[in-house]
Nanobody, 125 residues
Framework: QVQLVESGGGLVQPGGSLRLSCAAS????????MGWFRQAPGKEREFVAA?????????VYRNSVKGRFTISRDNAKNTLYLQMNSLKPEDAAVYYC?????????????????WGQGTQVTVSS
């Protein structure tokens, strides 16, 4: 089992920044690919970004956040991060972190085995 707890959400104006964190406990965090997903009201949960378990193993982003969001991890601290810059109203959602034991880095919701409870991000003036 892996327990995941997100934090760092809140209210921010358009163009602002937030950094989300996801603290992991339980099984070895460093052996899991990690991802961020989000879900806005009335919409399906969608992939945001993912990072390989291996340091330097690569990242993947949804097109709409490329150049604005950065995913990173600190395996020594068992923590996943999502730095979000130049936020737009359409980025508003509940953000979830998730852990995957898949063989390859994946953006597919069903490939993630453990999920956090989510943290709300609101982008509004």
């Amino acid at each position: 089992q892996v327990q995941l707890v997100e934090s760092g959400g809140g209210l921010v104006q358009p163009g602002g920044s937030l950094r989300l964190s996801c603290a992991a406990s339980g099984r070895t965090f460093s052996r899991y690919h990690m991802g961020w997903f989000r879900q806005a009201p009335g919409k399906e949960r969608e992939f945001v970004a993912a990072i390989n378990w291996r340091i330097g193993g690569g990242t993947v982003y949804r097109n709409s956040v490329k150049g604005r969001f950065t995913i990173s991890r600190d395996n020594a601290k068992n923590t996943l991060y999502l730095q979000m810059n130049s936020l737009k109203p359409e980025d508003a959602a509940v953000y979830y972190c998730a852990a995957s034991a898949a063989i390859v880095l994946t953006s597919t919701h069903g490939d993630y085995d453990y999920w956090g409870q989510g943290t709300q991000v609101t982008v509004s003036s």
